[in-house]
């Protein structure tokens, strides 16, 4: 049995996220797309098709990673050119590899980064619309560089997620960069892991701190579940940049 890794580059705008489970089980998928061109190309079922971090409803991808095992023998050149013939034109396979037995695209990650891009221009441009939230105001970036002090490190962040079931709540960021200039904003989120909804939260919070509508301190009150957590920032401008392994 042959183990596969794609490197997967997507524009997430209409569809269901990664994958969609439970009661709104959707075929509108990211993992279904996929699944459905390689069962053609194979003749294979795809029982078992791991992403290294699973991206919600409206969510993009410059790098996802996935990994599948199949019996056929196509070159990894073939199976990459068959993908990118059948596939939408807004999922795209750009690094088809084999890789050994063990490895596992989530269960192997040590590193997931997400970035938010954001427009402070004065009028939103009619072309970057679907990719990136436009701010009607231009946030504090200090304040919310100051503020994103408070997520590094390891915090049980279930009160910052919308989580349901979890063996643990508990994760490490590593890093949260904001940078920008006078008509885009950017935020960089790295960390072990995330929860369902957790970088667009940590962003929303950011971002509402950066407008005055919060203050730093309602971070701590966040945490200890005094208070509700700001909503999810809007997913169109949120990509998943790189996981590292």
Known sequence: MRN?????????SRYQGWTRLGKNESSNTISNKIRDVLKKMTGE????????CRTEVGVHA????????????????DIKHYLNRYLPMDIAITDVREVPERFHAQLNATSKTY?????????????DRKHTYHCFRTPDIRLMQEASLSFIGVHDFKNFSTVKK????LRKIFEIEIYGDGEEMQIMISADDFLHNMARIIIGTLLEIGLGMRHIDEIDEIFDGELPA???CDPKGLYLQEITY
């Open 45 to 52: 079922e795809i029982e078992e098709f791991n992403c290294g």
């Open 62 to 77: 410059y790098a996802q990673i996935a990994n599948f095992k199949m019996d056929n023998p196509a070159d990894v050149r």
């Open 230 to 232: 700001s909503s999810p």
């Open 166 to 169: 979890a063996k643990s709540t």
């Open 115 to 127: 970035v938010y891009r954001m427009t402070v221009s004065d009028v939103p441009s009619v072309f």
């Open 4 to 12: 596969i890794k794609l490197t997967i580059e997507y524009d997430g």
